[in-house]
């Protein structure tokens, strides 16, 4: 297991941009595939982007595609997730995941992680 803190979430006004990042402890990351997941309020955890342990392989939700860039920096043991012009119904908490010891094409269902962060909320006023 890792253990995962998120960080960057806020009130920001729609078209701002943001950068989240989740923090890793307890092992290294570089052997883990990472993704990012939001949970809207009232709605069901969603799948928004993953990456492979190395960085070299990507997945985006298809609504995802354009404004939100998934990236890693192993020797910071640092998930990161860029989102560009944010838009109202980008409100969500937003939580970071790792599958340990996984060096796969990175997943994109929730049930295939293992680690868990506690969320960040983004909340995008208009």
């Known amino acids: 297991q890792v253990q995962l803190v998120e960080s960057g979430g806020g009130l920001v006004q729609a078209g701002d941009s943001l950068r989240l990042s989740c923090a890793a402890s307890?092992?290294?990351?570089?052997?883990?595939?990472m993704g990012w997941f939001r949970q809207a309020p009232g709605k069901e955890r969603a799948f928004v982007a993953s990456?492979?342990?190395?960085?070299?392989?990507?997945n985006y939700a298809a609504s995802m595609k354009g404004r939100f860039t998934i990236s890693r920096d192993n020797a910071k043991n640092t998930l990161y997730l860029q989102i560009n012009t944010l838009k109202p119904e980008d409100t969500a908490v937003y939580y970071c995941?790792?599958?340990?010891?996984?060096?796969?094409?990175?997943?994109?269902?929730?049930?295939?992680?293992?680690?868990w962060g506690q969320g960040t909320q983004v909340t995008v006023s208009s």
């Open positions: 995941a790792a599958l340990v010891g996984f060096l796969g094409p990175p997943p994109i269902k929730d049930i295939d992680f293992d680690s």
């Open positions: 307890g092992r290294s990351i570089d052997t883990s595939a």
């Open positions: 990456i492979s342990s190395r960085g070299g392989t990507t």
